[in-house]
């Protein structure tokens, strides 16, 4: 089952990457269209006497007159004329094109809404037959801005493979779980991942490790509450940093540090929604979704309503692509966590699922939950996986030990049991903490 994954899921992504292709040339071919449209508003193939443009009828009626009669050297003239005037027209052309593409980046980037509807939408068409309609769920990326961070996009590019990366904040706090990240990291054979330092004996232990990293700026105002910042300060911190990312025109993976890495997780996303995440939930009900019915017995005839459920998505390990709702979660999320005192897991998932009602607009965000036996947490691993003769011994891509406040120890044990085949090594741990 795990296996199989990766056929379908390449043709589907050249699919999707063809389509997109091709929405983008029927757009700049409206485009097109438009300038053409505004400049010859009679069309192209009228006499040249009746064009709304001086030079180009002017040159054109002398033509017509003089045609039979006039000398060589009048006639160069005439042709040069008519060359100038093409000329100007052309220059007129460019810089109509030049404002529709500042036009369109402008869209793209969601300052103006209307064009932004346009890109996203395409042109509106019929419906189809029964059966083959599907909303859309891949948002457009945004338009790559370097200037948000210069020396950060430099870093990224030598970093990033397609565009993508796996990222981590770590303060050394976290110092011993980060080696065990990393060593997994590198021996799966990953190379595009960076470790964002917010402080700075971790940038030299990343610098001694060859660990790729970046060390913010210390003038870069948000900074100092990586150093002496609780843990759900130092999650505020990481949407806004996160936000370069994307503005930069990447997809990140974004990944805490109590994660073991056995495979390749870029071999196993899909990559058609603006978060693709893993589950804290711990079987096919609580992590993809289930309804719920709550029983209210004096109702009598309608004593059952339905309720939907679902497990929260990680915040500690998720994938996001580029997008526009992508980067509004993200300001979302920052927003609230610096204007009160919630836990970031919770506010990404309260921005990410409920829905506009009276007063309130939704994120509308597309969302994807990553196979919970792939991308596994450590309840799935410590209360099914390990006792169960078949699923024991898939080996999953990730595992992250966000159940369990013995970090250090279960990340060991889970690295002796999957790559060392120490069989007995998840034995001594219990299914949750004492
Ligand atoms: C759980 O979901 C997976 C993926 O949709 C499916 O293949 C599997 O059969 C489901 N298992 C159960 C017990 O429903
Ligand atoms: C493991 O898989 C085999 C073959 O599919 C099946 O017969 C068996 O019942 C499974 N065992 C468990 C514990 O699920």
Same mark, same amino acid.
């Given at each position: 089952m795990l296996g199989r994954r990766e056929g379908p899921l390449m043709r589907n992504n050249a699919h999707s990457l063809r389509k997109s292709r091709i929405i983008t040339a029927i757009v700049i071919g409206i485009l097109i269209g438009c300038v053409f449209a505004f400049l010859f508003p009679n069309g $192209? $193939?009228? *006499? #040249?006497?009746?064009?709304?443009?001086r030079h180009i009828s002017l040159a054109g009626s002398k033509t017509q007159e003089g045609s039979d009669e006039c000398e060589p050297s009048d006639r160069a003239n005439m042709l040069k004329s008519e060359f100038v005037a093409v000329s100007e027209k052309n220059a007129e052309l460019k810089k109509q094109v030049r404002e529709l593409t500042e036009r369109l980046r402008l869209a793209e980037q969601g300052k103006d809404q209307a064009q932004k509807q346009f890109l996203v939408l395409g042109k509106s068409q019929k419906a189809g037959p029964f059966g083959t309609v599907k909303g859309l769920r891949t948002t457009p990326t945004v338009v790559p801005d370097e200037s948000v961070n210069p020396r950060l996009a430099k870093i990224l590019e030598k970093v990033a493979v397609k565009q993508e990366l796996i990222v981590a904040l770590a303060n050394s706090k976290v110092k011993e779980m980060l080696e065990v990240w990393f060593t997994n990291i590198k021996r799966v054979g990953i190379s595009n991942y960076l470790v964002v330092a917010l402080d700075e004996e971790i940038a030299k232990y990343c610098e001694a490790n060859q660990v790729p990293f970046y060390k913010r700026d !210390? +003038?870069?105002?948000? +900074?100092?509450i990586g150093k002496v910042g609780g843990n759900h300060a130092v999650s505020g911190l990481k949407f806004r940093i996160l936000r370069e990312f994307l503005q930069l025109g990447y997809s990140v993976l974004l990944s805490d540090v109590d994660i073991v890495y056995l495979q390749n997780p870029f071999d196993h996303? =899909?990559? +058609?929604?603006d978060v693709e995440s893993m589950s804290d939930g711990h079987d096919n009900m609580t992590a993809y979704g289930y309804n719920d019915v709550f029983d209210e *017995?004096?109702?009598?005839?309608?004593r059952f309503a339905h309720t939907m459920r679902i497990w929260v998505y990680n915040s500690g390990f998720f994938y996001i692509r580029p997008t526009v709702p992508s980067v509004e979660l993200l300001d979302r999320v920052a927003t609230r966590l610096s204007n009160e005192k919630a836990w970031d897991q919770a506010v990404f998932n309260e921005e990410l699922f409920y829905p506009s009602y009276p007063g309130y607009d939704g994120l509308h965000a597309a969302r994807r939950t990553m196979d919970f036996y792939q991308f596994m947490n450590s309840k799935v691993l410590f209360k099914t996986v390990r006792y169960d003769a078949n699923l024991s011994k898939l080996k999953p891509v990730i595992i992250h030990v966000? =159940? #369990? !406040? +013995?970090?250090l120890p279960r990340m060991k044990a889970i690295v002796e049991y999957y790559v060392n085949g120490k069989h007995d090594a998840l034995k001594p741990f219990p299914e949750g903490s004492d």
């Open positions: $192209f $193939f009228v *006499p #040249h006497t009746v064009t709304a443009n !210390p +003038d870069e105002g948000i +900074d100092t996303l =899909y990559r +058609d929604s *017995p004096a109702m009598g005839w309608a966000n =159940y #369990h !406040p +013995d970090k």
